[in-house]
């Protein structure tokens, strides 16, 4: 997911540190070392993160847009200027610019504040800000919470103690609740140095950057790999005591399916699949010289002639055109497939399931699929022609069934009309008059329309007064029977008021025998 640094440039990240051999040395300087440090360990092991540097004071500017080119970011940063006072607002806007100009709204972000806990004076400071909150009108709100999901880490170049002599830890506890918990402060423990300042983004390092390594099996394969982005823990509503899921080290491949079959499933994330080198040594933080350099082109070199089972999946899966159903945890399951991103390079994504035993409903319980081998025929047929999925619920669907719904009033005067033209068409049309008859009656009585019932008993009353002279002697009486019977439903105490329930057309001589009205 795309990073956002938003870097404090505004006067009190100029007040002087001591620190010993320098006199000049200022809290804007921890921040730059400090951010060295995080964006060499991205260049380094997080090398596919898009990064971007915002600064701001009064106003914000951007410096760097979305880029993996670190040494850019790194210059950026080291030619930072001062400004004014701090308007922390006006740069959370401007982040929410950048990000839904670049990514729209659905992709998550993750946002980096780096600033000195000073929250700005007067009219534009985050502590008026906040104060202000149900005070505006909908086209000056709050920028957070963001309109696309994100985490807000707050890296402070000051210790815990300082922000506590003011409200500024509270202001800034208060940004994060704005942003629905998502995110954390850090700040720096002991005395400003260079030091504690490395802590600091060393835990954010190893919270937010540190990449999510794994081994993927599948039978006496297996093959080490990266998952990038790192998988986040799923949270289940839906348990009385719920626990953070997490994708384990170890995942399994239980299974393959053919495209068709799986369809285009609802999923919660879309992870890249890379191999890496079994024994090759990461560094965690740091420059690194020529000749580091020099050895890691050279066991990439290595790396790229050696087998890798992730490289025969992901060819295999794109010529046969399956995707491989994987473990990641206890009842939670994920897909591998190859998707393309232009006529000549695809690359081997995962997608995670929601957490279950039956995340697709139309393959039923993935405990449960076995090998197209151990069924007594075979289910795609001996030339494929056929398709055991999707699989027929056990219980018909509600939405999958014949039920009448008046959204609009146009859709019951439909209705109401359907039964007048028929009633005008007997006896020609009594089953026809009937089945609409009977399907209105149960809606009302559904909905509890008891009104309904009484208003068409009048309509048929009516149309049997207008009948003409050469109408059939049976219409008669078949209306007179509906409109009693309607009559009947609308009272809710007889036997007639019963759902189930059917109006059955009057036997008469004129139909055919049997018992006049």
Not at 76 to 98: F, H, M
Not at 167 to 193: K, R, V, W
Not at 328 to 348: H, I
Not at 464 to 470: A, E, F, K, Q, R
């Amino acid at each position: 997911m795309p990073t956002v640094v938003l870097m404090d440039a505004s006067l009190s990240m100029t007040r002087p540190v001591s620190l010993e051999g320098s006199e000049d040395f200022q809290r804007k300087n921890l921040a730059v070392h400090g951010l060295t440090m995080l964006f060499e360990h991205m260049a380094t092991n997080y090398k596919l993160e898009f990064t971007s540097l915002v600064a701001f004071s009064s106003l914000w500017e951007l410096l760097v847009p979305f880029t993996r080119d670190y040494n850019t970011l790194q210059e950026a940063l080291s030619n930072l200027e001062d400004y004014d006072k701090t308007c922390l607002e006006a740069a959370l806007q401007g982040v929410s610019n950048i990000m839904q100009q670049e990514w729209g709204s659905a992709c998550p972000c993750q946002v980096v504040l780096v600033t000195d806990g000073s929250l700005g004076i007067g009219r534009g400071s985050l502590r008026h800000s906040l104060q202000t909150l149900k005070q505006r009108a909908d086209d000056k709100k709050f920028p957070l919470p963001y309109p696309f999901p994100s985490k807000l880490f707050i890296m402070c170049i000051a210790n815990a103690e300082e922000l506590q002599e003011t409200d500024a830890m509270d202001n800034l506890e208060q940004l994060i609740s704005l942003n629905g918990g998502e995110g954390q402060i850090f700040t720096m423990e002991g005395p400003l140095c260079l030091k504690s300042v490395q802590s600091m983004f060393g835990k954010l390092i190893d919270q937010a950057y540190s990449p999510f390594h794994a081994v993927l099996h599948c039978g006496n394969l297996s093959s080490d790999v990266q998952v990038f982005p790192r998988p986040e823990p799923m949270l289940m509503d839906e348990e009385v005591d719920p626990i953070p899921k997490t994708v384990q080290t170890d995942m399994e491949i239980v299974g393959f399916i053919e495209i068709a079959d799986i369809a285009s499933p609802p999923v919660i994330s879309r992870h890249l699949v890379l191999p890496i080198a079994v024994n090759k040594e990461v560094d965690e933080v740091g420059t690194g010289n020529a000749d580091d350099i020099d050895e890691e082109s050279s066991a990439n070199q290595m790396a790229g002639k050696s087998p890798n089972f992730c490289v025969l999946l992901h060819g295999s899966l794109k010529v046969e055109g399956m995707v491989a159903l994987v473990q990641l945890g206890p009842e939670w399951y994920g897909m591998l497939y190859s998707q393309a991103d232009s006529k000549k390079k695809s690359n081997l994504m995962m997608s995670l399931f929601e957490p279950g035993p039956e995340p697709l409903p139309w393959l039923g319980k993935m405990a449960q699929l076995g090998p197209t081998s151990d069924a007594v025929e075979n289910p795609y047929g001996e030339d494929d022609s056929k398709s055991p999925f999707p699989l027929q619920p056990k219980t018909k669907r509600s939405y999958a069934q014949n039920v009448t719904v008046w959204i609009k009033a146009s859709g019951l005067q439909t209705d109401v009309q359907k039964i007048l033209r028929n009633a005008r068409k007997l006896p020609e049309k009594t089953q026809t008059f009937y089945k609409e008859l009977n399907r209105l009656r149960k809606a009302a009585l559904a909905f509890g329309f008891w009104e309904l019932l009484k208003g068409v008993a009048d309509l048929l009353e009516r149309e049997c007064t207008l009948l003409p002279d050469s109408a059939h002697p049976d219409a008669a009486f078949q209306l007179s029977h509906a409109a009693q019977q309607l009559r009947l439903a609308s009272t809710g105490d007889s036997q007639q008021a019963a759902y189930d329930h059917n109006i059955t057309p009057l036997h008469t001589d004129f139909s055919g025998g049997g018992e006049r009205m």
